[in-house]
């Protein structure tokens, strides 16, 4: 929740949801206010029941599902004595269970991260910040020894944070969708880059923008998170609306849908008429 350009403590909120589908229910893990980590399932996708027991996690920022040969895990940064990156498998999604022998993933003063899996590869997009401009650097690593700092590259998106990335198999490429536009605009907006896997992901020549958008005048939209796990149709898009709330979109069509859709744009997406769809 780095939309206002700062992640201090403010409040009441819910931030930073991340989704995944298993067939039946949906699974969100979330921030809320207090740097608490609550857990939430659906039916639909839309509509959250909370859960009775949350907080499952204090200290818990940025978090962020991946699943990686059938299990579940949650990358969250913990900041109690330094700031770190810490990976939980969730397949029991209210007792999440520290992995990776128990050291960081990443460390260091970076925000929201995206990550998505190829092979036994890690792909991760982190969220930085200099001269006051959020931006995005790429590394890898491959499981199950992860350490993304070994290869963490210099600036390859400006102006940008809070990203999801998504493998494209059938067109062996990554589609990246982010924050954009803090630093030119003062309103975070949501839009869209491509790279293709054979390319040399760390030059910011790698990353193809588009002209795909979701915006509402003088309101921050960000975080945005379009799930894992079983793919349903429509696509559910989530995102983090003013800095405080969930709300939802709809594009009707798979992720290769919408990644052929960013590279031709333009393209439609249909808004929850009830947005936004989880508040504090």
């Known amino acids: 929740m780095s939309c206002s350009g700062t992640d201090d403590e403010v ?21 809320y206010t207090g740097n608490l980590l609550g857990y939430a399932t659906s039916s639909n996708g839309v509509t959250f029941e909370k859960y009775a027991g949350n907080p499952i996690m204090d200290d818990s920022l940025f978090p962020y599902l991946v699943v990686h040969e059938g299990n579940r895990y949650l990358i969250v940064q913990h ?9 939980y498998n969730v397949n029991d999604p209210t007792y999440p269970r520290i992995v990776n022998e128990g050291r960081p993933i990443l460390e260091g003063g970076f925000f929201n991260v ?6 036994n590869r890690w792909h991760m997009l982190v969220e930085g910040k200099a001269d006051d401009t959020f931006h995005l650097r790429y ?21 940008a944070g809070n990203p999801y990335i998504s ?25 869209a880059s491509t ?10 020549a790698s990353w193809r923008a588009s002209t795909f958008r979701i915006f509402k005048p003088g309101i921050h939209i960000a975080d945005p ?13 989530t995102v983090g609306s003013a800095q405080n709330a969930v709300s939802t979109y709809y594009f009707l069509g798979t992720n290769l849908n ?12 249909e808004e929850d008429a009830k947005n936004p769809t989880m508040t504090w």
Not at 180 to 187: A, F, I, L, Q
Not at 195 to 204: R, T
Not at 225 to 237: F, H, K, N, Q, V
Request: hydrophobic share 40%; aromatic share 14%; charged share 15%.
């Open 225 to 237: 998170d379009l799930g894992c796990g079983i793919e349903r149709l429509p696509l559910i898009i």
């Open 167 to 191: 493998y494209i198999p059938s067109r062996d490429a990554l589609l990246a969708v982010y924050g954009e536009g803090y630093k030119r605009t003062g309103v975070w907006s949501v839009t």
């Open 139 to 159: 590394s890898w690593a491959d499981f199950p020894d992860l350490n993304f700092n070994t290869n963490i590259s210099a600036v390859v998106i400006n102006d």
């Open 79 to 87: 900041r109690k004595g330094s700031t770190a990156y810490y990976l």
């Open 258 to 269: 919408l990644y052929d859709a960013i590279l031709a744009g333009p393209i439609q997406i």
């Open 114 to 119: 995206g990550v998505t899996v190829v092979g």
């Open 11 to 31: 409040g009441p909120y819910v931030a930073e949801q991340t989704d995944y589908y298993d067939g039946i229910t949906y699974h969100r893990f979330y921030r």
């Open 195 to 204: 790279a293709l896997i054979s390319s040399d992901m760390s030059l910011a």
